[in-house]
């Protein structure tokens, strides 16, 4: 049943995505732009769609925003139906470090030199977190239970391989625990991993390393508790401490967020393409959602985005293999 309602909302989601691009065709990206988000709803990749979308349509840079949800696989299903649209160039999906990690697991087969990159966005950060009513007051009381038995403390986070995943790895490691007995447990999307964590139900995780806006509404609400962050220095108005700060500074990755088009759209295409983003984030809309989800502005563009995103994937690749995640 469990594969059969996959199967289902991949299907879903292909219509989804043709459905948009159908009603774009003839019509250039300022008329009407197709935002792949390429996770279910509520997580950081639907995020940063969503929130793109809403300073797009409120500056009046793009006449019609949609959003179309393509979960699955660590984005690399988004991937695919992207690289299909060849020559579209009103649509781009939103991608970041999550993607690169479903891509060395499905084998490399398809990867972001398959498409047109378009621009580096922001940098997200990872929080450790854990329900407010948990034993584990702290980080060290967490990895002290732990390190008893690995395989008895299920962590939850996003996609399989995914910078979640990758963060669990690095902290057991950091931690003296073997990579290959964490015991892992992935969700589709931040939504999902907020509920198993605030639920009581049997087969739900009582740990979990997401981006901190998928906990952020808990977190300030008293349901979660977070117990480190994953960044250079503490987030501004949160006070929790960072892995540096805890003696774990080897726990390091940071999630970026940038955005991608199909392939074999023209030069012109793409600059239309960059200059929307240029101007997007010129607009007070963006400077809010920035500030709000504190997130860190990092752009690029053009070759040096494409040489960032080639560097990002052989270091991701390694990781894995380093970890003995593939």
Known sequence: MRIIGILAVIVLAVFAVRDARGSAQGAGARSQLTLIAP?????????????SQQALRS??????????????????????????????????????????????????????EDTTVIARLAE?????????????????DLLEAWKKDPGAMPIGGGSAGG????????????????PEELHYTPHSGGGELTQSLTSTAQGTVGVGISGYNDFRDLIEGG???????????????????????????????????????PPG???????????????????????????TNRWVVNPAEGEEFEDFVASEQKRINELMKELGLV
């Open 59 to 112: 500056d009046g840079i793009v006449n019609s925003v949609n959003v179309v949800n393509v979960p699955g696989a660590g984005g690399t299903i988004g991937l695919s139906q992207l690289i299909g649209m060849e020559g579209d160039g009103s649509t781009m999906m939103v991608t970041g470090t999550v993607m690169l990690g479903g891509i060395t697991q499905a084998g490399g087969q398809r990867d972001l």
């Open 39 to 51: 996770a279910a709803v509520g997580g950081g990749w639907d995020l940063v769609a969503r929130e």
């Open 223 to 261: 349901r979660l508790r977070a117990l480190a962050v994953v960044a250079p220095e503490r987030l501004e108005g949160v006070d929790t401490p960072t892995m540096e700060e805890l003696g774990y500074e080897e726990v390091d990755l940071v999630n970026w967020r940038g955005l991608v088009a």
């Open 124 to 140: 997200d950060f990872e929080v450790i977190a854990v329900p407010a009513d948990s034993e584990f007051k702290t980080l060290d």
């Open 265 to 291: 759209i023209s030069d012109a295409q793409r600059r239309e393409l960059e200059d929307i983003v240029d101007e997007m984030f010129a607009t007070d809309s963006w400077g809010e959602a920035v500030e």
């Open 163 to 178: 910078i979640d995943h990758l963060v669990a790895a690095q902290l057991a490691r950091a931690a003296g625990i073997d």
